[in-house]
């Protein structure tokens, strides 16, 4: 008998960059099948989405799925995201779609198809690095590099997938899917969180159910400096939209959920030595980690140097240069100096 061979589902989402990833793959002669997962209830995008990508697929003679999973992201992503912010952090979604949609449910999905890979259209690559074997790596185009929003995918998941647009160039996709006779059905970019309209979240979050209310504002040292809106509506290192007076401008520090108060002060109190994240997620054992490493802890940053500790299931962070206050809510990733992704978690708080 001859060797299994792969079915690969590659997940699309109606846009240019997963489209590509399909048409790549079926040019290199891949056993495919095209899987849609629709994550939000009935919209009048949905139909001609469906009908759009149906029609690519016939015209490349890759079987196509469209799946509703609707329910599924209500539980995993946007139920999430309102009690985060009701618990004064700042969460990030599609990090978290990734690990429990995308590479999740809709594998699973995929996988009862008869899949046993997937594909998607994500800049980055898997690569084999010594000594850490086969490891999640920044793509070629470091402007639309996507491997810190994989970071809490399991590598277990990331070792069965693939990414057909590593070597890509975002700004050469659409005269290649002019090339290949493909149009796209969503043409624009999609906006910041998909189920936000207008990334008006303030008014997403209102219309989900009661928000915390107002508060004292204080400085670190307890002095009253005026009174916050609720703690959702700020985020770490925020000047704009404070609504207070004082000597000097005042940036958002952090927040005493329990006190309900918003803890602020000048820029020169914003740096923190570093930071411990949860729920973390190791490509590999720490303690084959170089003493020096790269971290990320926002997606449109530079990786900086530091030092991380793993202890008790947690990340400590340790700076090696001065840098704000992370977010908490928001991802951290740790990259070697070539770029390969060693760890993902959650931040919860700066350290003194």
């Known amino acids: 008998m001859g060797a299994h061979r792969v079915t690969m589902?590659?997940?699309?989402?109606?846009?240019?960059?997963?489209?590509?990833?399909?048409?790549?793959?079926?040019?290199?002669?891949?056993?495919?099948?095209?899987?849609?997962?629709h994550f939000l209830p009935d919209g009048p995008d949905r139909a001609r989405v469906v009908e759009g990508l149906a029609a690519s697929c016939?015209?490349?003679?890759?079987?196509?799925?469209?799946?509703?999973l609707h329910r599924e992201f209500e539980a995993r992503v946007i139920v999430p995201?309102?009690?985060?912010?009701?618990?004064?952090?700042?969460?990030?979604?599609?990090?978290?779609?990734?690990?429990?949609?995308?590479?999740?449910?809709?594998f699973d999905a995929a996988r009862e198809l008869g899949a046993d890979a997937i594909a998607t259209g994500h800049y980055v690559r898997m690569e084999e690095r010594a000594p850490f074997g086969r490891l999640l790596v920044r793509g070629?185009?470091?402007?639309?590099?996507?491997?810190?929003?994989?970071?809490?995918?399991?590598?277990?998941?990331?070792?069965?997938?693939?990414?057909?647009?590593?070597?890509?160039r975002k700004r050469k996709v659409?005269?290649?899917?002019?090339?290949?006779?493909?149009?796209?059905?969503?043409?624009?970019?999609?906006q910041e969180i998909c189920f936000v309209l207008d990334d008006d979240y303030h008014a997403f979050l209102q219309a989900r159910g009661a928000m915390p209310g107002p508060g004292p504002m204080t400085l670190a040292?307890?002095?009253?400096?005026?009174?916050?809106?609720?703690?959702?509506?700020?985020?770490?290192?925020?000047?704009?939209?404070?609504?207070v007076a004082w000597r000097e401008p005042l940036y958002v520090l952090g927040k005493d959920v329990a006190a309900n108060t918003l803890i602020v002060g000048p820029k020169?109190?914003?740096?923190?030595?570093?930071?411990?994240?949860?729920?973390?997620?190791?490509?590999?054992?720490?303690?084959s980690w170089p003493d020096e490493v790269l971290v990320q802890t926002r997606y449109r940053q530079r990786a900086r140097p530091c030092r991380v500790e793993h202890a008790e299931g947690k990340l400590v962070i340790h700076f090696l240069e001065p840098q704000g206050r992370p977010t908490p809510g928001q991802v951290v990733a740790v990259y070697t100096a070539d770029g390969a992704v060693l760890a993902g978690g959650i931040i919860e708080a700066s350290l003194d």
């Open 221 to 243: 040292d307890g002095t009253a400096v005026g009174e916050h809106g609720g703690l959702w509506r700020y985020t770490q290192g925020q000047r704009r939209g404070l609504k």
């Open 174 to 190: 659409p005269a290649i899917l002019k090339r290949h006779g493909l149009t796209p059905p969503l043409s624009g970019e999609s």
């Open 9 to 37: 589902a590659v997940a699309v989402s109606g846009g240019m960059d997963s489209l590509l990833a399909l048409a790549l793959l079926r040019e290199q002669g891949h056993d495919l099948l095209a899987v849609h997962g």
């Open 81 to 106: 995201f309102v009690n985060g912010y009701r618990a004064g952090l700042t969460p990030n979604p599609c990090a978290l779609c990734n690990p429990h949609m995308k590479f999740g449910v809709l």
């Open 268 to 287: 020169r109190e914003l740096d923190a030595p570093g930071c411990v994240a949860g729920e973390v997620n190791l490509m590999s054992d720490p303690e």
């Open 140 to 168: 070629d185009d470091k402007g639309k590099d996507q491997s810190y929003f994989l970071a809490l995918v399991p590598l277990e998941i990331l070792r069965v997938s693939h990414f057909p647009l590593a070597g890509v």
């Open 58 to 68: 016939a015209a490349l003679d890759v079987p196509f799925h469209a799946l509703d």
